[in-house]
């Protein structure tokens, strides 16, 4: 089947500028995670999501960012009034259940870059 | 709050040779640890991992071993061939449903 995708795979935006970032995950699973990752940096957690609750939002970096996931499928990362440090791969995962011992299956990115 | 290295950062090794990458970590309720390949400009991709409730798992020319009195688990790669070049991340889970991944790994096998 499908594996997890991410739209759109590079956006360059401006300062200051909203961004949104799409992930799809494979059908089924019921947890999704947003990691950053920057150049030579393993990822960095920020959220996840078990259903259509954020059940850990601690990696959040601060209140620019938020992530939703209305219908427990398709989750949405928004960035707000973007700086250049924003600049980074944002990978999301995916799990089946989402049991803290399950296998993530990670999207192919979206890298994102601030002017 | 929890820790995670690895060890080394980078490893160069010659084509057949083994490599052993190390892994500690900090928090006492991980129990689970698997280990992450990623080439360049592709997505992590997960290669082995390990549950808390054995201490070795082999899958061909890869294996993880876990020491968890000593709070660390290490990557072996056997045979090693120049497609193994990558970076790789360990990621231990925390008690809740966060994952930490290392800094990762850059492995060159030299043909």
């Known amino acids: 089947g499908a594996g997890v995708s991410q739209t759109p795979s590079n956006k360059v935006t401006e300062k200051g500028k909203y961004v949104e970032l799409r992930c799809d995950p494979i059908?089924?699973?019921?947890?999704l995670y947003w990691y950053r990752q920057s150049l030579g940096q393993g990822p960095e957690f920020l959220i996840y999501?078990?259903?259509?609750?954020?059940?850990?939002d601690s990696g959040l970096p601060n209140d620019r960012f938020f992530a939703v996931r209305p219908e427990g499928s398709v989750s949405t990362l928004k960035i707000q009034r973007t700086e250049r440090g924003d600049s980074a791969v944002y990978l999301c995962?995916?799990?089946?259940?989402?049991?803290?011992?399950?296998?993530?299956?990670f999207g192919p990115g979206t890298r994102l870059t601030v002017l | 709050g929890e820790n995670v290295e690895q060890h080394p950062s980078t490893l160069s090794v010659q084509e057949g040779d083994s490599a052993v990458i190390k892994c500690t970590y900090s928090?006492?309720?991980?129990?689970?640890f698997p280990w992450y390949k990623q080439e360049l400009g592709k997505r992590p991709q997960l290669i082995i991992d390990?549950?808390?409730?054995?201490g070795e798992k082999k899958d061909q020319r890869i294996a993880v071993t876990l020491n968890k009195t000593a709070k660390h688990f290490s990557l072996h790669i056997t045979e090693t061939q120049p497609e193994d070049s990558a970076v790789y991340f360990c990621?231990?889970?925390?008690?809740?449903?966060?994952?930490?991944f290392g800094a990762g790994t850059r492995l060159f096998v030299k043909a």
């Open positions: 990621a231990p889970n925390t008690g809740g449903f966060k994952t930490i």
């Open positions: 999501f078990q259903g259509t609750g954020a059940a850990d």
């Open positions: 928090d006492s309720a991980s129990n689970y």
């Open positions: 995962a995916s799990s089946f259940q989402g049991t803290s011992t399950d296998t993530q299956y």
């Open positions: 390990i549950r808390s409730n054995v």
């Open positions: 059908s089924g699973h019921t947890a």
